[in-house]
């Protein structure tokens, strides 16, 4: 069981760049690991270090500027091959939201799968939460998933987005797809016995 999905309140981290996909989030050559933990260590490693392993100083999570569990990406998050370390490194690293205008269907599964809420709003909602960044890295943003809704608290204004109700359901109650099964035992079981 994971830790229950509720509402969050966060500074956010901004990578404000289009088409990033998954191979640009953990690249191939990490992916000989079978256990989750670690991949978070080389969450856009290729533009994170540089060839001698180095931090490149200008990258947005070697910056200490920038804080949170909340990743601001630009449109167009996880395309590219459907590999779940993607999600796994997101989550492994701390974020628990990302926020785009569009994902690719299978890495938006894969970040629910991984208790990462993926939030799509609107083009200019994005574009007015990257300047509101940009203007004071402090800026929070609140996702609450119970309403659906997500804030930009440095101007108040707000959006609904759209949610599976299973996973919105495991989401709240910390449950993956299994553990849910498990937490219907007792009626799988009833409706066994009346058939």
Request: charged share 25%.
């Amino acid at each position: 069981m994971k830790e229950k999905f509720t509402t969050i309140c966060s500074t956010c981290v901004p990578l404000p760049m289009e088409n990033v996909d998954t191979d640009q989030i953990i690249p191939a050559r990490f992916l000989k690991a079978t256990s989750r933990e670690g991949f978070g260590d080389n969450l856009f490693r290729d533009w994170r270090y540089d060839k001698d392993g180095n931090p490149v100083k200008d990258f947005v999570l070697n910056d200490p500027t920038y804080s949170g569990c909340i990743l601001v990406a630009g449109k167009n998050f996880g395309s590219g091959s459907s590999r779940e370390h993607a999600a796994w490194a997101i989550a492994d690293y701390g974020f628990r939201v990302v926020v785009s205008s569009f994902f690719a269907d299978i890495h938006k599964n894969n970040e629910l799968n991984n208790f990462v809420l993926p939030v799509v709003v609107s083009e200019p909602f994005l574009a007015e939460l990257f300047d509101s960044i940009a203007a004071d890295p402090k800026t929070k943003v609140t996702v609450d998933l119970p309403s659906q809704t997500i804030t930009n608290l440095a101007n108040g204004k707000s959006e609904k987005f759209d949610i599976n109700p299973y996973k919105k359901q495991c989401l709240s109650e910390g449950l993956d797809d299994i553990e849910y099964l498990l937490s219907k035992k007792a009626d799988i079981e009833a409706w066994e016995a009346r058939r």
